[in-house]
């Protein structure tokens, strides 16, 4: 009774909103908060009854809108167990309605207490489960729960039985994606019974009834042919995930025998890598491709993880260690992962003779499987070319309607049916909502990513084409973006930075066997596959030029790899290795030299790193003179340092942050790391083109620096201004003539001289620190402890006053801060020394400003910032694609141009497809206005004509139009509502008009006119009449205005070539325009079916005076446009927009 009591009062606090605590399986596609429904049985009655007598209509709204469905069909509970579906509201702003299910199932909980049956739901490919612990309730993602055993405990050989297998798999699911391909018929119902689709539905019934039959017919063929060629390429796209996705190849398992009567039998299974659960431990063979992700376990590995990270490096992988300290997913942790779909170069056994691994993560779970499931489901796009065009239309709407509405009265005299009036109302509203908008757009945007793929630059997201036309700043990485991935020795200094010491010096000196080489041949990342050696290509080029031979060790799990010299008897074992961290800048080895018995911490990394971990008096006075020297001539400079150690347990029991600190200083490593043989050229074209470029790197600033000045980035021929931290306080620096001069404006402080410095547009160099010094300070203002309120109410008031005041201080402080971050970031050239988190926040700051950023780089610690960008281009290959929407097999920059151009040229065929499509409708409009004084209407095949044989291929080879050879200051604007746009637009509208009441007047003030008054009868219905001398006049105008409105609309500089190298649209639109011309003259080349009325072919003076106001409008509207609009009101330039 009390537990009753207890759970019900529980119960009555729980609101109907729920947390979702965050797991290691979701990746990107993460859910903010879930809302508790419960479907209302008696709406869901009242939904299928209303559904039932509307023909389905009900159902269709229901499925259209989100709110009115949750709104008619739930309603918020408080209690799981009344509950019978979720609300899920994704992080992408995406709302979903998934069922709660009871299950029965297995799982721990945190409170280490089993759960049989759970409530769960499943939201794209991820299973969520209730939990209720210590009266928090909340939902998470079903993971195996390794972030809650120990290192200890994880590593331990816990093998599975067969019925252990199957409760894993049931619970975290099975080793496979599977990623449906719905069927044709399904994709028909789900795309045809859409809101677009449906306003066709109703023009098709509404010209049905007109006894436009044939048009109808085409109309509806048309749009399933479109619907079935979008399934195709769906299909397509889908099929290359399921590629992507699939793996089934053997693996080799180690399993518990559950029918032996022994105490541990295991034995080994070999089994099809979807029958791999977690908790199993698998056997790893080298040249293995990882189904799954897993934690090592015994041994050690080196994997190629390029269909994650896009660079091919050896990455090693070693056993967990043996710890109490509980296991996370954290950055130091991945030198244990195994990822799915990374393959084993080589790997070592232990004592054990095996090497093994724990699976922790199949499926959707795992890494990949995340990277999948964020392009499953991207984050929605808003674009603005949508927005802006049904602003647009609205406005446009409201004009048609008060046209028609001024049509009425001479409906009335022409005595119209009531039914007429309804079709000409639903007419007005259709023709003028341009459905066919969206194929041509997304059929531009398929033909940029074929014309990108022949310059091998490859995109997964044809959205982006479209949105790279508006990129206005785009950030460089350095090295290997804009410098080659390549580097050459110059050679090194020793510790006393005294003398550049060359490979000849090496040779005639006889130093293989100084310390220094010792590092080279030790202190790297580089292992011998294949006899090629195979790493970073700074170590490889380090390696090299120490001469020293590489030798893998099979036999011997505690040596990693030998160095020796083939000159010398001495031989380098290194037994530990700390892997490169972009965080703390360095790396290091602990190495035993045999001959000398004696072990070495060898460690290098960034010089100022470096020069903290060392003892100072080892540091010689050059130290900076001599970093700053090289780093401004471009040398690329790595410090290097050592310590000598007691024993051999000091070096493999120690933990790296004791090994590392009191080391002595032992000289510059310096590389040379030249610009792409074409990277200056590209930055010049993105400067012409005023693209705003920056440098975002990790190197350091004034190496970054000068590869900015060689490239054109920074102006070498002005002041630059260099800015870091030091002992917590800005630095200035003034950088001129290869001279570093500090800098400090008189009488103004340090904030109010980077102040002054970015009012003045000066050209800025700032490093990681700078960016961490604002951010910190941010945060501690944003962390004042609040004041507590006074326990008396007299004085509450005084105090509500007082902590008002002192959170407006904090908040205008916060404010100040952040206003000059941005400010920093939105004005900085040059960022250097930045983490891969910092990159990412970079970008993310420009674009708070309302500006497109795209992002280049070449590796892992770029994937952030390029995931971050409104565009990404990698230079990566294989799957690293998923990283970045763009990704050039080449290594050249250029591919940065050629994406802008298309994305530029992409944008502007969108606006003159939309503005072709409306203007078309528009005019056919206005014309059946002017028909409908005589009671006439266009026929069906004449529809037919204007609209599929006329009007569709100036669409389709508007599609086919190549971008500009070379990329201009300027990009399209896509505001349709903008000056520019209405003034093209509603000149062509009037224009156009004008000349169809002229021609109407023309034909009226003949004798020889007879006028038609009254409706047809067809079938005991009142129809239009089709066919007649005012009929005849207006359609062979339309003709020629389809034409040369296209021409008008086409715009060649800056974005597009000129129209006579479209070889589609030009000669379709010369060859139409004569044909157009000439019918007018001799309507009886007309084709008979579009019914032309013989009466007004005796009357060529006529015809000639029709001609002339058909050449006279449209050229009145080319020179409109060409001499005017385009002149006047063109494009601005980026800066102008800016």
Not at 55 to 81: E, H, P, Q
Not at 173 to 187: F, R, T, W
Not at 436 to 454: G, H
Request: net charge neutral.
């Amino acid at each position: 009774m009390k537990g009753t009591m207890n759970d019900s009062l529980l119960m009555s606090n729980i609101h109907s909103k729920l947390a979702v605590n965050q797991s290691n399986v979701e990746g990107e596609c993460l859910i903010e908060n879930i809302t508790l429904l419960r479907v209302k049985k008696l709406k869901l009655i009242l939904a299928a009854f209303l559904s039932l007598i509307t023909a389905g209509l009900f159902l269709l709204l229901l499925r259209w809108f989100f709110k009115i469905r949750k709104s008619f069909l739930y309603k918020d509970v408080n209690n799981i167990k009344d509950c019978t579906h979720v609300l899920v509201d994704n992080s992408d702003q995406t709302k979903s309605i998934q069922k709660l299910e009871k299950i029965l199932l297995q799982i721990e909980q945190v409170d280490n207490s089993q759960q049989d049956e759970v409530y769960c739901f499943e939201n794209r490919m991820i299973k969520y489960i209730y939990y209720n612990v210590q009266d928090y309730q909340y939902f998470q993602a079903l993971e195996y729960p390794v972030c809650k055993m120990t290192f200890n405990e994880l590593k331990e050989r816990n093998f599975l039985d067969e019925n252990q297998a199957i409760v894993n798999k049931q619970a975290f699911g099975q080793c496979q994606k599977l990623i449906d391909v719905p069927s044709l018929p399904y994709y028909l119902f789900k795309e045809m019974t859409s809101p677009f689709y449906f306003l066709q539905y109703i023009s098709i019934v509404l010209w049905v009834f007109e006894s436009y039959i044939q048009f109808s017919i085409i109309i509806f063929s048309v749009s399933l042919s479109i619907t079935i060629l979008n399934y195709i390429l769906m299909r397509i796209s889908l099929k290359k995930i399921q590629q992507m996705a699939h793996y089934s190849e053997n693996a080799t398992l180690l399993r518990k025998d559950v029918e032996s009567s022994l105490r541990e039998s295991i034995r080994i299974v070999q089994v099809v890598s979807k029958d791999i659960v977690v908790g199993d431990i698998i056997i790893l063979q080298d040249k293995q491709i990882l189904p799954c992700d897993c934690v090592l376990i015994s041994g050690e590995a080196l994997l190629n993880e390029v269909s994650l990270t896009g660079e091919s490096l050896p990455i090693p992988k070693y056993s967990l260690p043996s710890t109490n300290e509980k296991f996370s997913y954290n950055k130091n942790n991945k030198k244990y992962i195994l990822y799915e779909g990374t393959e084993i170069y080589q790997s070592k056994s232990d004592q054990n003779k095996q090497v093994l691994a724990k699976v922790i993560r199949v499926g959707f779970h795992s890494f990949k499987g995340q990277i999948l499931r964020s392009v499953l489901y991207p984050k929605p796009i808003q674009f603005d070319y949508y927005k802006n065009s049904m602003k647009y239309i609205l406005g446009l709407l409201v004009i048609v309607l008060i046209i028609y509405f001024s049509m009425i009265y001479r409906m009335y005299q022409l005595d119209f049916p009531v039914y007429f009036y309804l079709y000409r109302f639903f007419d007005t509203v259709t023709w003028i909502i341009p459905p066919f908008l969206p194929i041509f757009v997304s059929l531009s945007q398929t033909l940029a990513l074929m014309r990108l793929k022949s310059f091998d630059i490859y995109g997964i997201d044809p959205q982006k084409t479209f949105i790279s036309g508006k990129i206005t700043h785009m950030c460089f990485d350095k090295t290997g973006t804009l410098t080659q991935n390549g580097m050459n020795v110059i050679g090194y200094y020793n510790e006393n930075l005294d003398q550049l010491i060359t490979h000849e010096l090496v040779q005639q000196l006889n130093k293989q066997q100084d310390l220094q080489h010792n590092l080279f041949s030790t202190c790297h990342g580089v292992y011998l596959v294949n006899d090629n050696l195979v790493g970073d290509m700074l170590d490889v080029e380090m390696v090299k030029f120490s001469e020293y031979n590489i030798q893998n060790v099979e036999n011997d799990i505690n040596i990693k790899f030998k160095g020796s010299h083939p000159k010398f008897k001495n031989e380098l074992q290194v037994i530990r290795m700390f892997e490169f961290s972009s965080d703390i800048q360095t790396m290091s080895c602990v190495a035993y030299d045999s001959e000398k018995n004696q072990y070495q911490l060898f460690l290098k990394g960034s010089p100022e790193k470096v020069q903290e971990l060392c003892d100072q008096s080892t540091i010689p006075n050059n130290f900076q003179s001599l970093q700053n020297s090289l780093s401004i001539k471009g040398f690329r400079i790595i410090a290097m340092a050592h310590r000598q150690l007691n024993s051999r347990d000091e070096g493999k029991q120690s933990p790296r942050e004791s090994l590392e600190k009191q080391l002595n200083f032992l000289g510059f490593l310096i590389f040379e790391n030249k610009l792409k043989d074409d990277t200056s050229e590209a930055i010049q074209s993105l400067k012409e083109a005023q693209i705003e470029c920056k440098i975002i790197s990790g190197d350091n600033p004034l190496t970054t620096l000068q590869a900015g000045v060689e490239c054109g980035i920074l102006n070498g021929n002005k002041k630059i201004y260099y800015v870091n931290i030091d002992y917590q306080e800005l630095k200035f620096y003034l950088i001129e003539n290869q001279q570093i001069l500090p800098y400090q404006h008189e009488s103004l402080t340090k904030i109010q001289t980077l102040k002054l410095l970015l009012t003045n547009d000066e050209q800025l160099v700032i490093t990681g620190k700078v960016l961490d010094f604002f951010y910190n300070q941010i945060k501690q203002i944003n962390n004042i402890s609040p004041i507590q309120p006074p326990e008396s109410d007299s004085s509450l008031d005084e105090w509500a006053s007082e902590n008002k005041s002192i959170n407006n201080s904090k908040q205008s402080r916060t404010s100040n801060k952040v206003d000059l971050c941005q400010l920093l970031i939105q004005k900085t050239i040059v960022f250097s020394r930045m983490r891969p988190e910092q990159k990412r926040i970079i970008i993310e700051i420009i674009q708070s400003s309302g500006k497109k950023v795209g992002m280049i780089g070449d590796g892992s610690n770029d994937c952030a910032a390029i995931k971050q960008g409104d565009i990404g281009i990698s230079f990566a290959a294989a799957d690293a694609a998923f990283s970045a929407p763009f990704s050039s097999s080449k290594d050249s920059i250029s591919c940065v141009v050629r994406v802008l151009l298309e994305g530029r040229c992409t944008m502007t065929v969108n606006i003159e497809i939309f503005r072709t499509i409306v203007t078309q409708n528009v005019m056919k409009y206005i014309g059946v206005m002017v028909l409908l004084q005589e009671a006439q209407n266009f026929g069906g095949f004449q529809y037919t004509y204007l609209s599929f044989m006329c009007g569709m291929p100036l669409l389709v080879f508007l599609a086919l139009s190549k971008p500009s050879n070379k990329l201009q200051p300027y990009t399209p604007d896509d505001k349709f509502q903008g000056l520019s746009n209405c003034l093209s637009m509603y000149s062509q509208f009037i224009i156009f008009g004008f000349a169809f009441i002229i021609g109407y007047f023309i034909l009226t003030s003949q004798n020889w006119h007879v006028a038609t008054s009254e409706l047809e009868e067809s079938n005991g219905l009142k129809i239009y009449v089709m066919q007649g001398e005012l009929n005849s006049i207006i359609f062979l105008m339309i003709n020629v205005f389809y034409m040369s409105s296209c021409l008008a609309y086409y715009v060649s500089h800056p974005y597009k070539q000129p129209i006579y190298k479209n070889i589609f649209l030009f000669p379709w639109i010369i060859l139409s325009s004569i044909y157009g011309i000439l019918v007018i003259i001799k309507p009886e080349y007309c084709l008979n079916a579009l019914n032309i009325a013989s009466s007004i072919q005796d009357h060529t003076v006529i015809l000639l005076i029709i001609l002339a106001t058909v050449i006279a409008s449209s050229g009145l509207v080319l020179i409109l446009e060409e001499l005017i609009i385009k002149k006047y009101f063109g494009p601005k330039t980026i800066k102008q927009i800016v």
